[in-house]
């Protein structure tokens, strides 16, 4: 399907990686990864066709179709969520324009005899089938089932893009992305803005996926549920394992060991040869067994061990002066955004020293509540900030504030003050930019570089509490692992935003979940926390819906009520006899599509024949409206 052989990219004069050659085929779902700046984006960009590479080939077969979920997204203006993920089906919406202005010159004119005429009328059948070929009958509801199943709402797809967030338009990308039935998909980062139901949903639609899928993510769990594959990127090397992430971690831990054992083999053989050598050479008569040996151990092809690239990061957060013993009050905070309550009468107190965990879905308020307390959000309610308090805040999208046009050393000295600015080559240092890596713009870093680039900022002025929102997106593991240990030894108050289990162990004392508009107080760990919510996984507590796990731990209410049991299996009726009907309408009105394209004139002879075509349309989207109102109640119910 795609080759890469001998691959070479060089970035100021030095190789990011050289000579990799690996093969996609169909059916292979590949992580690819590796530390911050190995060149994982750089690889997606030169396969999508982005980038350019300085020696290698890249072979594809004829019409494969490649398609690249990019970081960086630009939406025109003026369109709505449907409106904007129908740019996906360019061909389908250049036919549908085709036939509006056939059906609008057969509609206007009246030489039905003509041989124009005729030719038009051939004309509209080739395009419907054109049409039907690619889709057309089905893109709008393939995309509002990938909209749905990314988190989007019904009520969501006539508002504006602008009106969503950063997280919410790159959802948006990705279902165009997914509309586009392409050959090979490049994800770069798919999850970090989806909550956990869109991230099982995309799992299992990545795992039907029958073309080639390669992605960039840091999601360990996410990596092992998707990929059959493994391709890191270390030193400039590719090691390519056909194996999950964490079977991967185990053989090549275990390539590495035989490595290191055939090379203690062979120095022991080495050292034995050296030593006759030693022996012989003062012996004449074993003069010439001597140069033998000599001989042979100059063609002795030395094992090498693979080298393991363990640069890390050096991340220690500076402590202000001491605040009071509570930190923060919130009484009574609200935040509502139109008619849409996120967080209603929020009460909870933050103690000094205290390292404490937000959370639950998306959309809940984590993020919210954490703008209040820094102060960047308007609300109800009062929240009063304690004695001393010094806030060093990390947002969610802080990478996305850097500026491109400004070099890694230019962002650093911009934010730092007299006391700080001669240190800031030491930070950056420590957070991995040495060297000529300082000069780099910040257009040309990588999402998890960004990342460093603005934890380094932070170092910039001391501080007592430390409020962080997702701070693991785009960060690689080891990465991740550094800025834990660097939290665990940081002597002041913690507050982060996190659905990163791994992260969050052992981290915090205290946990709240945000779920229906209030919050709820666990004093323990993160493990206190599932063990009282009786669930093994932080997926199961950022869902939208209970677990069948725990359906099956603990029967419902509705087991033992037998009026919810009858209006559940009548809503289960509905919801079937609802889906009969729509596929029906869809086959009449597909029927009348092929009737008008077969014989136009005779069809149109009937006076009500677009009347009775409008009809089933609204009929369609009645039943389709119906279909959704039904499924939710089924889900409620469900829940009961």
Same mark, same amino acid.
């Given at each position: 399907?795609?080759?890469?052989?001998?691959?070479?990219?060089?970035?100021?004069?030095?190789?990011?990686?050289?000579?990799?050659?690996?093969?996609?085929?169909?059916?292979?779902?590949?992580?690819?990864?590796?530390?911050?700046?190995?060149?994982?984006?750089?690889?997606?960009?030169?396969?999508?066709?982005?980038?350019?590479?300085?020696?290698?080939?890249?072979?594809?077969?004829?019409?494969?179709?490649?398609?690249?979920?990019?970081?960086?997204?630009?939406?025109?203006?003026?369109?709505?969520?449907?409106?904007?993920?129908?740019?996906?089906?360019?061909?389908?919406?250049?036919?549908?324009?085709?036939?509006?202005?056939?059906?609008?010159?057969?509609?206007?004119?009246?030489?039905?005899?003509?041989?124009?005429?005729?030719?038009?009328?051939?004309?509209?059948?080739?395009?419907?089938?054109?049409?039907?070929?690619?889709?057309?009958?089905?893109?709008?509801?393939?995309?509002?089932?990938?909209?749905?199943?990314?988190?989007?709402?019904?009520?969501?797809?006539?508002?504006?893009?602008?009106?969503?967030?950063?997280?919410?338009?790159?959802?948006?990308?990705?279902?165009?992305?997914?509309?586009?039935?392409?050959?090979?998909?490049?994800?770069?980062?798919?999850?970090?803005?989806?909550?956990?139901?869109?991230?099982?949903?995309?799992?299992?639609?990545?795992?039907?996926?029958?073309?080639?899928?390669?992605?960039?993510?840091?999601?360990?769990?996410?990596?092992?549920?998707?990929?059959?594959?493994?391709?890191?990127?270390?030193?400039?090397?590719?090691?390519?394992?056909?194996?999950?992430?964490?079977?991967?971690?185990?053989?090549?831990?275990?390539?590495?060991?035989?490595?290191?054992?055939?090379?203690?083999?062979?120095?022991?053989?080495?050292?034995?040869?050296?030593?006759? #050598? @030693?022996?012989?050479?003062?012996?004449? /008569?074993?003069? $010439?067994?001597?140069?033998? =040996?000599? &001989?042979?151990?100059? !063609?002795?092809?030395? #094992? @090498?061990?693979?080298?393991?690239?363990? /640069?890390?990061? $050096?991340?220690?957060?500076? =402590?202000? &002066?001491?605040?009071? !013993?509570?930190?923060?009050?919130?009484?009574?905070?609200?935040?509502?955004?139109?008619?849409?309550?996120?967080?209603?009468?929020?009460?909870?107190?933050?103690?000094?020293?205290?390292?404490?965990?937000?959370?639950?879905?998306?959309?809940?308020?984590?993020?919210?509540?954490?703008?209040?307390?820094?102060?960047?959000?308007?609300?109800?309610?009062?929240?009063?900030?304690?004695?001393?308090?010094?806030?060093?805040?990390?947002?969610?999208?802080?990478?996305?504030?850097?500026?491109?046009?400004?070099?890694?050393?230019?962002?650093?000295?911009?934010?730092?003050?007299?006391?700080?600015?001669?240190?800031?080559?030491?930070?950056?240092?420590?957070?991995?930019?040495?060297?000529?890596?300082?000069?780099?713009?910040?257009?040309?870093?990588?999402?998890?570089?960004?990342?460093?680039?603005?934890?380094?900022?932070?170092?910039?002025?001391?501080?007592?509490?430390?409020?962080?929102?997702?701070?693991?997106?785009?960060?690689?593991?080891?990465?991740?692992?550094?800025?834990?240990?660097?939290?665990?030894?940081?002597?002041?108050?913690?507050?982060?935003?996190?659905?990163?289990?791994?992260?969050?162990?052992?981290?915090?004392?205290?946990?709240?979940?945000?779920?229906?508009?209030?919050?709820?107080?666990?004093?323990?760990?993160?493990?206190?926390?599932?063990?009282?919510?009786?669930?093994?996984?932080?997926?199961?507590?950022?869902?939208?819906?209970?677990?069948?796990?725990?359906?099956?731990?603990?029967?419902?209410?509705?087991?033992?009520?037998?009026?919810?049991?009858?209006?559940?299996?009548?809503?289960?009726?509905?919801?079937?006899?609802?889906?009969?009907?729509?596929?029906?309408?869809?086959?009449?009105?597909?029927?009348?599509?092929?009737?008008?394209?077969?014989?136009?004139?005779?069809?149109?002879?009937?006076?009500?024949?677009?009347?009775?075509?409008?009809?089933?349309?609204?009929?369609?989207?009645?039943?389709?409206?119906?279909?959704?109102?039904?499924?939710?109640?089924?889900?409620?119910?469900?829940?009961?």
């Amino acid at each position: 399907m795609l080759n890469i052989y001998n691959l070479s990219v060089a970035f100021q004069g030095s190789f990011l990686f050289q000579g990799i050659t690996f093969q996609l085929n169909g059916g292979d779902r590949v992580g690819l990864v590796g530390k911050n700046g190995a060149g994982k984006s750089t690889l997606l960009k030169i396969i999508s066709g982005d980038q350019e590479y300085d020696k290698g080939q890249i072979a594809t077969d004829k019409e494969i179709s490649v398609g690249f979920l990019r970081q960086d997204i630009d939406f025109v203006q003026g369109r709505n969520v449907l409106e904007e993920s129908y740019q996906a089906f360019e061909q389908i919406k250049s036919l549908e324009l085709q036939l509006d202005q056939i059906n609008h010159d057969l509609a206007t004119r009246t030489d039905y005899e003509s041989d124009g005429y005729t030719e038009l009328i051939e004309r509209l059948s080739d395009v419907q089938n054109q049409y039907e070929i690619h889709g057309g009958y089905n893109y709008q509801g393939d995309t509002e089932r990938i909209l749905l199943g990314l988190g989007f709402k019904r009520s969501d797809f006539e508002k504006q893009t602008d009106t969503f967030s950063g997280g919410w338009r790159m959802r948006i990308e990705l279902a165009k992305l997914l509309l586009q039935n392409h050959d090979v998909l490049l994800l770069d980062e798919p999850t970090n803005h989806l909550d956990i139901e869109s991230i099982l949903w995309l799992e299992e639609f990545l795992k039907a996926f029958s073309g080639a899928v390669v992605l960039v993510s840091h999601d360990r769990m996410f990596l092992d549920q998707v990929t059959n594959r493994t391709i890191e990127i270390s030193l400039g090397r590719i090691y390519d394992i056909p194996k999950s992430y964490s079977k991967y971690l185990v053989a090549r831990n275990e390539l590495r060991g035989q490595q290191l054992a055939a090379q203690k083999n062979q120095q022991k053989q080495i050292d034995q040869t050296a030593k006759l #050598i @030693e022996k012989f050479r003062a012996k004449a /008569s074993k003069a $010439t067994m001597a140069q033998s =040996l000599i &001989k042979k151990l100059d !063609k002795i092809d030395r #094992i @090498e061990v693979d080298e393991d690239d363990n /640069s890390v990061m $050096t991340l220690r957060f500076p =402590l202000s &002066k001491t605040p009071g !013993k509570v930190v923060a009050v919130v009484e009574g905070a609200s935040k509502n955004y139109g008619d849409h309550v996120v967080l209603n009468e929020i009460d909870l107190r933050i103690d000094r020293d205290s390292k404490t965990a937000f959370v639950g879905q998306n959309g809940q308020g984590k993020s919210t509540l954490a703008k209040m307390i820094v102060g960047e959000l308007k609300h109800q309610g009062s929240i009063i900030l304690g004695h001393n308090v010094e806030i060093g805040y990390f947002a969610q999208n802080q990478a996305e504030y850097l500026e491109g046009s400004k070099t890694v050393e230019e962002t650093m000295i911009d934010a730092a003050d007299e006391r700080t600015r001669p240190r800031v080559r030491d930070i950056l240092g420590a957070f991995l930019f040495r060297g000529e890596e300082v000069d780099k713009y910040v257009r040309v870093l990588s999402g998890g570089e960004r990342n460093r680039l603005a934890l380094a900022k932070l170092l910039l002025q001391p501080f007592n509490v430390l409020v962080m929102d997702e701070p693991t997106n785009h960060l690689d593991i080891k990465s991740k692992n550094v800025l834990k240990e660097a939290l665990l030894n940081f002597q002041g108050t913690l507050i982060v935003v996190s659905h990163d289990r791994d992260f969050l162990q052992g981290l915090t004392n205290v946990v709240y979940e945000f779920k229906d508009s209030t919050i709820r107080q666990y004093l323990g760990d993160i493990d206190y926390f599932l063990e009282q919510r009786n669930i093994s996984h932080l997926r199961d507590a950022e869902r939208r819906t209970v677990p069948d796990k725990l359906s099956k731990q603990k029967p419902s209410s509705t087991q033992h009520d037998p009026d919810r049991q009858k209006e559940l299996k009548f809503l289960q009726n509905r919801l079937s006899k609802l889906e009969v009907k729509v596929s029906k309408v869809e086959k009449e009105l597909k029927d009348m599509d092929q009737a008008l394209a077969l014989n136009y004139e005779k069809t149109t002879a009937d006076g009500d024949f677009y009347k009775k075509y409008e009809s089933k349309k609204t009929s369609l989207k009645d039943l389709m409206g119906q279909w959704e109102e039904a499924s939710l109640k089924l889900e409620k119910h469900s829940r009961i």
